[in-house]
């Protein structure tokens, strides 16, 4: 081999073991997670690929907690409703934004922007009184409302930048027709804003879903606290036990199906964040 292609192959060799190692470092937490829900609590700081007594025990006991299937259902119930929300809010808002000249409208979009720089430290102790001052104070209301906030700015971000490439002419003709605004966005522009819709709904679900600090701070009892809370605060046999094999399992339990949505949704995901990245 001459030199040139010593160098070549090294260049190679080098990126994919870099490749590799990145891989590793990503895949080895889910790894790490998934052997311990099917380790047994005693078996726990043994060394070993894959435990060599694997059991189902932990799965049994936490999908024997009441608790934990209704923190369940609660965040379902939650994620769900933002994910509406957000997305009937971000329709309007992005035909109105991206569809309609009026003064202002690029100081509107910025500060929307803005608004989503926020760290949800920042704004906590108003959002707590907002919501106690609503009645909404360990309710699933109160979460509604504030991942809506938070997940809003994002959603019509997104969505008027899609909706800013669309063709002029469908809605010229669609005026023409006699369509009203209602009938053009949900007749003409909401078929081909599946893309972009997909992508925003999906991210605003799964930041529904993972949220921890408002779930923490907003809800009181088991019976209106979401699935993070829920993990967090599993107990063990003792004060002085960390039941890390429970929590693992439920840790697989919630993560396993935004997996699957991710991998079928992972096209559209793509396509709907680079939307308008290119104009075409």
Do not use: H
């Amino acid at each position: 081999m001459t030199s040139r292609q010593l160098s070549k192959f090294a260049a190679r060799a080098g990126f994919w073991l870099l490749v590799a190692l990145i891989v590793v470092i990503a895949v080895f937490p889910f790894y790490y997670a998934i052997k311990t829900s099917f380790t047994p609590s005693s078996d726990l700081f043994r060394v070993e690929l894959w435990p060599t007594r694997a059991t189902l025990a932990n799965y049994v006991q936490i999908f024997s907690q009441r608790s934990f299937l209704q923190a369940i259902f609660n965040s379902v119930l939650v994620a769900t409703s933002v994910v509406f929300i957000a997305l009937l809010l971000g329709i309007t808002a992005s035909y109105a934004l991206g569809r309609v000249r009026f003064r202002g409208r690029t100081s509107v979009l910025l500060i929307i922007l803005g608004v989503s720089m926020f760290p949800q430290v920042a704004v906590l102790s108003g959002l707590f009184e907002v919501i106690r001052a609503l009645n909404l104070y360990n309710n699933p209301g109160g979460l509604i409302l504030s991942y809506t906030i938070f997940t809003l700015p994002f959603t019509v971000w997104v969505l008027t930048t899609f909706m800013r490439q669309l063709p002029l002419e469908l809605e010229e003709a669609a005026i023409m027709d006699g369509a009203t605004p209602w009938v053009t966005i949900t007749k003409v522009f909401l078929p081909l804003m599946w893309p972009a819709m997909a992508t925003t709904g999906l991210l605003a679900f799964i930041a529904a879903w993972n949220e921890f600090l408002f779930a923490l701070t907003f809800t009181l009892t088991d019976s209106q606290r979401t699935v993070p809370v829920a993990i967090a605060l599993l107990s063990g046999g003792s004060a002085y036990e960390l039941p890390w094999a429970p929590i693992m399992a439920a840790s697989v339990v919630v993560t396993v199906p935004l997996v699957v949505l991710v991998i079928i949704f992972q096209r559209r995901i793509v396509s709907g964040l680079t939307a308008g990245a290119v104009k075409g």
